[in-house]
């Protein structure tokens, strides 16, 4: 079959004056058909052994559920499927190809030290299944990690286990819950109160759990509006949702006054930790009342985003509540290690399993090989160069763009789209024209406090003449935007990527998520 049967040469985006090519490829980049599309039937990548014939008599194993026909899996060579795959990771953008300065995402390398270290034999071979006693480095190695947390949170307990950020104040959540079930007050305490700011996982999260969110204003400086929180503060509240930094990339500088107001109302104090990063190593968030947060620990403790495999976030929690840190408990016995698994006996009230088994051993084995290779010195340079280099964008920027408020920030430069007025450009506009520049656009329209929001964290992983590279970038698309000239341009971005402006209303309400014969490129296309 010709490859290029399933090419859709027209929606290809870029200059449609240039001249066609044979293929329908523009250089390298390569409009590629789905595998399914490519597949041949009877050609196969590997050998298999023949099955046994479906009529052998082979004794049904599988009560009648055996499949009696084809699969309909594509048939191609090992060289088609590698190169197939390979023109497709072309196709995305990574962090291993430049700057991305997604915001609250924090896209900071992932070092190869870390991949080298989970690949380890008895590290890379684990089975969650396989006897606790044959595990013991593997419950050492959570452990040491949960040391680590507890040590740079300045908290007492850690729960291992959640899966990731928004899994984690699930988990925090519940612990709080079952405090206040515990003093009796968890049917009057049906409040949870949460900055306008917030991330929506933390309103989602209260919701999820029965509680009433009501939202907290910010004031003029992008903070919580104390004394707006303290009039929300009574005995109906059961705690504070709060991320410091906070989502504007600001550090809420009442933060010990807020924690004071709220453990006085009888309240507990959630932090959200997904902007540890900016403050690893020179605050413990335990020294500021915190009772728990979730440690993202793909975002502080770079271990990879999604491609890497499942997530952890897992949680520190306060005196106070860590009698109730979900199962499984790791409990070392003299020199032993054992695994306190639902209805064991443990010094507290547990909350039960919320996953199964004990967490992400890939992702604690990454986030401890990156502590230990920077050590508590490194983890702390890590921070300062993050919020350096937010700073320095923000600075080297506030001429042309307009940060969204007074002053130095920290790890993530939130700019506001005033600087767009009247240019016919919007914030969604800009963004796309970044891609045609080689980024990655910035966070946008978050937070919802700033107005065409675009929330930029360049991180600790960028060489200095990239990030004024990417500065000068950005400074010549906000002066063209600003010339006035160039709406319809911006408008027309990206002009360079394999697609252009996707219908986004039809894609998310009418997704095509599953390739059938019948369906044609052409009709996903349209
Ligand atoms: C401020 C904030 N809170 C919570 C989350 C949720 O974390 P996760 O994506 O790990 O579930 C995020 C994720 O970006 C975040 O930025």
Redesign the pocket.
């Known amino acids: 079959m010709d490859r290029s049967q399933g090419r859709t040469g027209g929606v290809f985006a870029g200059d449609s004056m240039a001249p066609a090519t044979f293929t329908g490829n523009r250089a390298l980049q390569i409009e590629e058909p789905l595998i399914f599309e490519m597949g041949q039937p009877g050609r196969c990548g590997v050998d298999l052994p023949e099955p046994p014939p479906r009529s052998s008599g082979v004794k049904d194993r599988l009560n009648g559920l055996r499949r009696n026909g084809e699969i309909g899996l594509p048939g191609l060579s090992e060289p088609q499927v590698v190169q197939h795959y390979t023109r497709l990771s072309q196709k995305n953008y990574a962090i291993d190809m430049g700057v991305y300065p997604l915001g609250?995402?924090t896209m900071k390398h992932n070092p190869r030290i870390n991949e080298k270290v989970a690949r380890l034999p008895g590290i890379g071979d684990l089975h969650p299944l396989q006897p606790v006693s044959t595990a013991q480095g593997a419950l050492a190695l959570i452990d040491a990690l949960a040391h680590w947390l507890k040590t740079l949170t300045g908290m007492p307990a850690v729960a291992m286990s959640p899966a990731?950020?928004?899994?984690g104040?699930m988990c925090g959540m519940m612990a709080i819950a079952a405090a206040l079930e515990a003093r009796g007050e968890r049917a009057v305490r049906k409040v949870v109160l949460a900055p306008e700011s917030a991330?929506g996982?933390?309103p989602a999260t209260a919701a999820a759990l029965g509680f009433t969110v009501k939202p907290i204003p910010a004031n003029a400086h992008g903070r919580v509006d104390l004394a707006a929180l303290k009039a929300e503060l009574g005995p109906d509240v059961a705690a504070i949702m709060l991320?410091n930094p906070n989502?504007c990339g600001l550090f809420e500088n009442e933060i010990i006054e807020i924690s004071k107001a709220v453990h006085a109302a009888g309240a507990y104090f959630y932090c959200?930790g997904?902007?540890f990063n900016a403050i690893v190593g020179r605050v413990r968030p335990g020294d500021l009342g915190v009772d728990c947060m979730h440690i993202?620990l793909?975002k502080t403790f770079s271990t990879p985003h999604g491609g890497g495999g499942p997530?952890a976030?897992p949680v520190v929690l306060s005196a106070a509540l860590a009698p109730y840190a979900p199962y499984p408990w790791i409990v070392k016995n003299g020199d032993t290690w054992s695994v306190a698994e639902d209805g064991a006996k443990v010094d507290g009230q547990p909350l039960g399993r919320l996953k199964a088994f004990h967490g992400q051993m890939g992702m604690f084995t990454r986030a401890l090989a990156y502590i230990l290779s920077h050590g508590a010195d490194g983890l702390k340079q890590a921070s300062e160069d993050a919020v350096l280099s937010a700073n320095y964008v923000m600075a080297s920027l506030k001429d042309v763009m307009t940060p969204a408020f007074e002053g130095p920030c920290m790890h993530e430069a939130l700019f506001d789209d005033s600087f767009l007025k009247d240019t016919g450009v919007s914030t969604l506009d800009f963004a796309k024209a970044m891609i045609d520049e080689g980024y990655h656009p910035m966070t946008m329209y978050f937070p919802l406090v700033v107005h065409g929001a675009m929330l930029i964290e360049p991180t600790e992983s960028q060489a200095k003449e990239d990030l004024d590279l990417f500065i000068a970038a950005l400074r010549s698309l906000a002066e063209r935007a600003q010339s006035g000239t160039a709406a319809e341009d911006f408008k027309a971005a990206p002009r360079y990527a394999p697609r252009r402006r996707l219908d986004e209303t039809l894609a998310a309400r009418k997704p095509v998520l599953r390739w059938r014969p019948s369906n044609s490129l052409k009709q996903a296309a349209e």
Request: proline share 0%; net charge negative; with cysteine.
């Open positions: 609250s995402c990731a950020g928004a899994h104040e991330h996982t933390n991320t989502t959200d997904a902007n993202n793909h997530g976030g």
